[in-house]
């Protein structure tokens, strides 16, 4: 990020780590281990401890630029409250509060672990309403969930980006 601000960027937008605790893909493989911890949501709370210990190191990090750049903007796009967002506001969303942690894409099963073929391929089943759920495949979120999160995190931001 130095070389970008040195290269003359006046305005930054850093992204934070996802719970990834609650994603399908890291659910897929907690689910074997019969010592996980879960959340109210389901989520694996060790691996959200991490992301979010992770989180909070690089807005230290963030704290340190900005004293080294006063006159660079740098803002933190705070992807791990967005998302739990999502979690806890999914009926307002519109999301499927029987399958928040289910991907729309994949073989039906827990949490659609480890396909033999991607998600787009040949015969790879998909959900009939992308728009109801927050997991596209196991580790990417559908549009929809893109959406709301980016409205939750240019609110916060604070920035107008009609301009």
């Excluded at 660079?72 to 942690?101: C, H, M, P, V």
């Excluded at 894409?105 to 040949?122: M, R």
């Excluded at 089943?125 to 240019?154: F, K």
């Amino acid at each position: 990020m130095k070389e970008l601000i040195q290269l003359g960027a006046s305005q930054v937008v850093v992204p934070g780590n996802f719970p990834l605790g609650c994603f399908p893909a890291f659910l897929g493989i907690a689910r074997r281990n019969g010592s996980t911890t879960y959340d109210d949501f389901g989520c694996v709370k060790s691996l959200n401890d991490l992301t979010r210990y992770e989180n909070d190191d690089l807005q230290g990090d963030l704290n340190s630029l900005r004293n080294e750049f006063p006159n660079t903007i740098i803002l933190y796009a705070d992807y791990y409250n967005a998302f739990l967002s999502l979690l806890r506001q999914a009926t307002t969303f519109g999301f499927d509060t029987e399958k928040l942690l289910k991907p729309c894409c994949g073989d039906d099963g827990v949490y659609n672990p480890l396909l033999p073929t991607f998600c787009g391929g040949l015969g790879v089943p998909v959900c009939p309403n992308p728009n109801v759920r927050i997991h596209w495949d196991g580790i990417h979120l559908t549009q929809e969930a893109y959406r709301r999160m980016s409205d939750i995190i240019i609110g916060n931001l604070g920035i107008n980006c009609t301009q």
